[in-house]
């Protein structure tokens, strides 16, 4: 039986650095921050632009204040669906979900995310 030599012991700064190299978390977290950047962007938008263009042809002149007041016919209590704010929040989710195909598609394009639709060669 052969045996290796002992591996030289490392300190906790290296250990730290191997980590961080395997398992990208540097690159994760300049994702991760450019991530949260870009979608404040892209909510300001929806709030500041599209939720007024879209409020322009509504009898409220807003979106997110659009509502549906419901009665409990045996209670006479009133409960208020503010639908206005999702429909918002749904815009502001598909446009960011929109700008995530687009930069996969072009970082796909120059093979520095690997396709998972097509096939393996």
């Known amino acids: 039986m052969v045996s ?3 591996e030289k012991k490392r300190s906790l700064m290296q250990e730290f650095g191997d980590f961080l190299k395997t398992f990208g978390v540097i690159g994760l977290a300049i994702a991760f921050v450019i991530g949260a950047a870009a979608s404040k962007l892209v909510t300001a ?4 632009i599209v939720n007024p263009i ?9 979106l997110k204040t659009l509502h549906y007041n419901a009665t409990n016919l045996t209670t006479g209590a009133t409960s208020t669906f503010a639908y206005g704010d999702l429909i918002s929040n749904i815009i502001d989710f598909l446009i960011i979900a929109f700008i995530v195909f687009l930069a996969y598609k072009v970082l796909s394009r120059y093979k520095i995310v ?5 096939p393996p060669k």
């Open 45 to 48: 938008f929806v709030n500041d």
């Open 4 to 6: 290796s030599p002992p």
């Open 114 to 118: 690997e396709d998972k639709s097509k």
């Open 54 to 62: 879209v409020g322009f042809f509504l009898p409220s002149g807003d």
